[in-house]
C-alpha cells in the first residue's frame, strides 16, 4: 500500500475515511477472499469434529453405562456370596458350639 491511512480519533475510538477503507479492502481483496475461504472450511472442519465428537460422546456414555450395570451386577453377585459365606461361617460356629458341648460333656462323663 503506497499511501498512509488518515485515522481520526473521536472519543478514544480511531476512525478512517471510508475512501481509505474501499481502498483497502481494493488492495487486499484477494487476501480477504482467501481468509474467507478459509473462513469456512475452518467452520465445516469444525461442525465436521462436533460431529465426531458426538459420536465418541454416544459412544462413551454406552460405555459408561455398561461399566456401571457390570459393577451393580459385580456387587450383587458379592454380596450374594458374602451371605453364602456367613451361613457356611454360621453353620460352622454352631457345629463347633455343638462339639464344644459334646468335648465338655465327654470329659465331664470321663472325669467322675
Sequence with gaps: MGKWLEVKQI???FYISS???SNVVKEYK???YELEQENKS???E???I???LSKFSEAYKKYRDYEKEELAESCYDL???NESLRAEVKNLVERNIELD???TFVLSKLRR
Design 11 to 13: 472519543k478514544w475510538e
Design 101 to 103: 458341648k459334646k468335648y
Design 79 to 81: 454380596a450374594r456370596e
Design 50 to 52: 462436533k460431529s465426531e
Design 42 to 44: 475452518l467452520k465445516k
Design 30 to 32: 484477494d487476501k480477504i
Design 46 to 48: 469444525n461442525a465436521d
Design 19 to 21: 475512501a481509505d477503507f
